[in-house]
């Protein structure tokens, strides 16, 4: 098992890959949400830790918290990303 983190910004469509999308645009999702995203990886069954006091390095003055999400050795984080939001939309 391994650790990710995870930021909502990675999931969002209205960024560039330059501010931080790091899943296609064809996979993105407007105004992605922590808690939904929580949501989405309890169904999943994964183990996970927030903190939701801390701000998206690219944006120091938004804070919108990240995820700690412990997935298998095998999947790519990318992959994992994509999973999230085909069952975000």
């Known amino acids: 098992m391994?650790?990710?983190?995870i930021w909502p910004a990675?999931?969002?469509l209205k960024r560039t890959k330059n501010e931080g999308?790091?899943?296609?645009?064809?996979?993105?999702?407007?105004?992605?949400?922590?808690?939904?995203?929580?949501?989405i990886i309890e169904k999943m069954?994964?183990?996970?830790?927030?903190d939701n006091k801390k701000s998206y390095p690219k944006e120091?003055?938004?804070?919108?918290?990240?995820?700690?999400?412990?997935i298998?050795?095998?999947t790519s984080k990318l992959d994992?990303?994509?999973?999230?939001c085909k069952r975000m939309k």
């Open 72 to 74: 298998d050795e095998k």
């Open 21 to 39: 999308r790091k899943v296609p645009k064809s996979f993105g999702v407007l105004n992605p949400k922590l808690k939904d995203i929580v949501s």
């Open 10 to 12: 990675y999931f969002d």
């Open 80 to 84: 994992f990303l994509k999973e999230l």
């Open 2 to 5: 391994k650790e990710i983190v």
């Open 45 to 50: 069954g994964h183990e996970y830790s927030i």
């Open 60 to 70: 120091p003055w938004e804070i919108c918290g990240y995820l700690k999400v412990t």
